[in-house]
């Protein structure tokens, strides 16, 4: 991990929510400060709030199969009105 890693940071990432930001930092923290009780609390906070993150494949957002098949049919129909 980057010596950039402080509790600021991973702070700093968790206000943004960036909790997988956070939780790389916290953890290198942790094993380097392994008595630090406030680490091992934020590094617990962190971890659970990553399980209730949904992921990307659960989300309802439309498949990037489907995003890239309707980014190629407006290709197609730019690549048309050009040959017109």
């Known amino acids: 991990m980057d010596k950039m890693a402080t509790k600021t940071l991973a702070e700093i990432y968790l206000r943004q929510g960036h909790f997988r930001e956070a939780y790389e930092i916290l953890a290198t923290l942790a094993s380097e ?3 630090d009780p406030e ?3 934020k590094l617990t ?3 659970k709030r990553l399980e209730s993150v949904p992921s990307v494949n ?5 498949s ?3 995003s890239i098949r ?4 407006w ?3 730019i690549r048309k009105r050009r040959r017109a």
């Open 70 to 73: 309707v980014l190629e049919q």
């Open 75 to 77: 290709l197609e129909a």
């Open 33 to 35: 400060n392994p008595s």
């Open 39 to 41: 680490i091992r609390m």
């Open 58 to 62: 659960t989300r309802k957002d439309p």
């Open 64 to 66: 990037a199969r489907e």
């Open 45 to 47: 906070d962190v971890s």
